[in-house]
T-cell receptor, first 114, second 116 residues
Framework: SQTIHQWPATLVQPVGSPLSLECTVE??????LYWYRQAAGRGLQLLFY??????ISSEVPQNLSASRPQDRQFILSSKKLLLSDSGFYLC?????????????FGPGTRLTVT | KQEVTQIPAALSVPEGENLVLNCSFT??????LQWFRQDPGKGLTSLLL?????REQTSGRLNASLDKSSGRSTLYIAASQPGDSATYLC???????????????FGRGTQLTVWP
């Protein structure tokens, strides 16, 4: 069966510090991968998606970036965090060879920028 | 751009009640629709997936319907239990399989509380 991991689970970082959040998927190959952010009082916002190694598409221009160094690894980064980057970050995946495109989510990372 | 609305934003019911959560979307050209559950501080758990050609899907006490032409979906929960307390999110996947890349548009959710 497939599982998706995210770490860390929680993170408190000062403004201006760097960020690296990691997501890995087990039990599948060549998944589509996604980063979402869920801010307090707001819906889920798609940040980035990737259809393969090194292929990243950005939905929202901001000070965040994403990378996919391996097939089942997706990393969200920032060089300098802003207060507005606080939120709950969720990684998700879909099977690429499955017609349903059902999406599965990881446990999330709670980021607080102070 | 696809917009997804969920009504009500919050719902509080006694245990045992049957209830309906509503979801509407502005663009009927969807590939499928997915209902999720989110517990506080947790990720999303997929509950039901309805393809655009389907009218409903059932899983246990849950039944989701889809009326694509009117841009509506409902999630019916039978015999609600305190363990059903969570936020329920509706999401639509636009277009055809060739263009979607699996991208979802989410509503803001309905926060459900079932009290004993």
């Amino acid at each position: 069966s497939q599982t998706i991991h995210q770490w860390p689970a929680t993170l408190v970082q000062p403004v201006g510090s760097p960020l690296s959040l990691e997501c890995t998927v087990e039990g599948t190959s060549n998944p589509n991968l996604y980063w979402y952010r869920q801010a307090a009082g707001r819906g889920l916002q798609l940040l980035f998606y990737s259809v393969g190694i090194g292929q990243i598409s950005s939905e929202v221009p901001q000070n965040l970036s994403a990378s996919r160094p391996q097939d089942r690894q997706f990393i969200l980064s920032s060089k300098k965090l802003l207060l507005s980057d606080s939120g709950f970050y969720l990684c998700a995946w879909t099977k690429t060879l499955n017609w349903s495109y059902e999406q599965y989510f990881g446990p999330g990372t709670r980021l607080t920028v102070t | 751009k696809q917009e997804v609305t969920q009504i009500p934003a919050a719902l509080s019911v006694p245990e045992g009640e049957n209830l309906v959560l509503n979801c509407s979307f502005t663009d009927s050209a969807i590939y499928n629709l997915q209902w999720f559950r989110q517990d506080p501080g947790k990720g999303l758990t997929s509950l039901l997936l309805i393809q655009s050609s389907q009218r409903e899907q059932t899983s246990g006490r849950l039944n989701a319907s889809l009326d694509k032409s009117s841009g509506r979906s409902t999630l019916y929960i039978a015999a609600s239990q305190p363990g059903d307390s969570a936020t329920y999110l509706c999401a639509v996947r636009p277009g055809n399989r060739g263009s979607t890349l699996g991208r979802l548009y989410f509503g803001r959710g309905t926060q459900l509380t079932v009290w004993p």
